[in-house]
């Protein structure tokens, strides 16, 4: 009785380390190949291929030797393989990204060479424990239905897990991989209860040293990292790799080692940042009595302090989905909320769905992402329907203003201006050297661009003038262009269009 306890327990444990590596995996393989569609389907097909083999190898090798050391083996085997993730990652991937293999096949590579291999072993425990289970060839259906059921049940708690607690706690996907190798020798050892002898047992405690030396490394090297005198901040969140970095008198923020979402003056932490955020104030000029502003995608707070600093009657709100990006610009970008600025930690369409009746003059989109094309915008955040929930809470003459990180000849901006000219009258486009600025508004009585130019000439904002003089009249889009929608926006298709990828933002220094 207690030999099949343990062997149902190690059965759990096995299948919420399976989904739980699986949900790492996305992650692993999108900070240096990115979450694209494809990116996201190559890990699935990997992680499918490897439980086919593992599934029927581990029935071959249930049949051929049916005992718990053979169980006890594999799942050391899963242990050891897990446990070297980190660190191959490291060697690997960079090697793979910078290679002349075709792009779209980078990411299977790397998933094959990181995650096969522990798939295989992790997946082939169910077959052997149905052959240590079924005591009978008559009870062999049920016995099978109740091992996929635990395992299953073990995936779903791992998927969770993953997710919701361990990166949370550990604040880092490698030390989450190295826990869930020291949950899969812990099932080992519960295997090997009452048999933890000769060399099984030396096998067993040679992986716990590993796994200790490993989870150190892993601390280890991010203490490393903190001692760098550059290096403010690196931790995972669910959503980033986020970094903080000081150089020549700036302050850097950036995901997944990419581009640069922010880069903020030491000397003046309220001034000019990258270039395109001089064109947020764009709204202000084509809707001179706006008092209220939404911000979605915080990002380091560069739009939000410039506006709380020269438009002192503007009441200013921020939603940003990532709360440690949230903690990031309190602790290193100076953005302090206040009555006047409020900060929300949660999606912006959601945040927009549960506004009830609120509007505001001015609504700026500036939510980004990056992945192995470059930076990304989320899919449900450029599509029509989108477009009319935002629409519904801005005032009569709000603007809506959208930043667009492709030129405006590119397949991304062209999509965007027309679905937005789908939604409102009237859409101004201005073009930026390697981005896309897009205001539209329900109103028809828009200055043109002599009125824009007076209107900006007051303000103390100097760059704004050239940048109002980069307006484009003519519509960006074609009948070719797609319209985006719920149904269908692909946003990762339509950057990969680019003919040479944008460049990182510029900024000042």
């Known amino acids: 009785m207690l030999v099949r306890f343990t062997v149902r327990v190690a059965v759990f444990l096995a299948g919420a380390t399976l989904m739980a590596l699986e949900v790492a995996a996305f992650r692993i393989v999108g900070r240096t190949f990115g979450s694209a569609l494809r990116e996201t389907t190559t890990v699935i097909a990997v992680f499918m291929a490897a439980m086919s083999i593992g599934y029927w190898a581990g029935g071959r090798v249930g049949d051929r030797w049916?005992?718990?050391?053979?169980?006890?083996?594999?799942?050391?085997?899963?242990?050891?393989?897990?446990?070297?993730?980190?660190?191959?990652?490291?060697?690997?991937?960079?090697r793979i990204a910078d290679s002349g293999a075709a792009l779209a096949l980078h990411a299977f590579m790397a998933t094959a060479a990181l995650f096969f291999i522990p798939t295989l072993f992790l997946s082939a425990v169910s077959p052997v424990a149905v052959r240590l289970c079924a005591v009978e060839t008559a009870q062999s259906g049920t016995t099978a239905g109740s091992i996929a059921a635990l395992s299953t049940i073990g995936s779903i708690a791992g998927t969770i897990a993953s997710a919701f607690v361990l990166l949370d706690w550990l604040k880092s996907i490698d030390r989450t991989v190295i826990v869930l190798a020291a949950t899969t020798l812990v099932a080992t050892l519960l295997v090997l209860t009452g048999e933890l002898r000769g060399r099984l047992a030396?096998?067993?405690?040679?992986?716990?040293?590993?796994?200790?030396?490993?989870?150190?490394?892993?601390?280890?090297?991010?203490?490393?990292?903190?001692?760098?005198?550059?290096?403010?901040?690196?931790?995972?969140?669910?959503?980033?790799h986020v970094m903080v970095?000081?150089?020549?008198?700036?302050?850097?923020?950036?995901?997944?080692?990419?581009?640069?979402?922010?880069?903020?003056?030491?000397?003046?932490?309220?001034?000019?940042?990258?270039?395109?955020?001089?064109?947020?104030?764009?709204?202000?000029?084509?809707?001179?009595?706006?008092?209220?502003?939404?911000l979605i995608g915080l990002g380091g707070g560069t739009v939000i302090k410039q506006f709380a600093r020269l438009y002192p009657d503007m009441e200013l709100e921020a939603v940003e989905i990532d709360p440690m990006v949230v903690d990031v610009a309190k602790r290193f970008f100076h953005v302090t909320p206040s009555e006047r600025l409020r900060i929300h930690s949660m999606d912006g369409r959601v945040f927009?769905?549960?506004?009830?009746?609120?509007?505001?003059?001015?609504?700026?989109?500036?939510?980004?992402?990056?992945?192995?094309?470059?930076?990304?915008?989320?899919?449900?955040?450029?599509?029509r329907e989108f477009f009319a929930e935002a629409a519904r809470h801005l005032t009569p003459r709000g603007?809506?203003?959208f930043h667009c990180y492709t030129r405006s000849d590119a397949p991304m901006a062209r999509a965007l201006h027309k679905t937005l000219a789908a939604q409102f009258?009237?859409?101004?486009?201005?073009?930026?050297?390697?981005?896309?600025?897009?205001?539209?508004?329900?109103?028809?009585?828009?200055?043109?661009?002599?009125?824009?130019?007076?209107?900006?000439?007051?303000?103390p904002w100097a760059p704004l003038r050239s940048r109002v003089m980069m307006r484009v009249d003519a519509p960006l889009w074609s009948d070719a262009d797609p319209l985006l929608t719920d149904d269908y926006a692909p946003v990762d298709t339509l950057l990969r269009r680019v003919s040479d990828a944008p460049t990182a933002p510029q900024d000042r220094r």
Request: net charge neutral; glycine share 6%; proline share 7%.
């Open 245 to 294: 970095r000081e150089h020549s008198r700036f302050r850097i923020l950036k995901f997944d080692w990419r581009a640069t979402q922010t880069s903020m003056s030491l000397d003046d932490p309220n001034g000019p940042g990258l270039e395109y955020h001089d064109y947020a104030h764009i709204a202000k000029l084509i809707n001179p009595s706006a008092r209220s502003l939404l």
């Open 399 to 401: 603007v809506l203003g």
């Open 425 to 459: 009258p009237t859409v101004l486009a201005f073009a930026g050297p390697s981005f896309t600025e897009l205001f539209a508004t329900m109103s028809t009585d828009v200055p043109t661009q002599e009125e824009l130019l007076a209107r900006a000439r007051p303000l």
């Open 202 to 240: 030396v096998l067993a405690g040679a992986a716990a040293a590993v796994l200790a030396g490993a989870f150190a490394l892993v601390c280890g090297t991010g203490t490393a990292a903190r001692n760098d005198p550059g290096l403010l901040f690196l931790q995972d969140s669910p959503y980033h």
């Open 352 to 383: 927009l769905r549960t506004a009830g009746a609120r509007q505001w003059d001015v609504i700026l989109i500036d939510a980004y992402t990056t992945n192995r094309y470059g930076s990304t915008i989320p899919a449900h955040l450029v599509t």
């Open 66 to 94: 049916p005992s718990r050391r053979t169980l006890a083996a594999i799942l050391l085997l899963a242990a050891a393989a897990m446990v070297v993730v980190p660190a191959l990652d490291r060697a690997v991937s960079p």
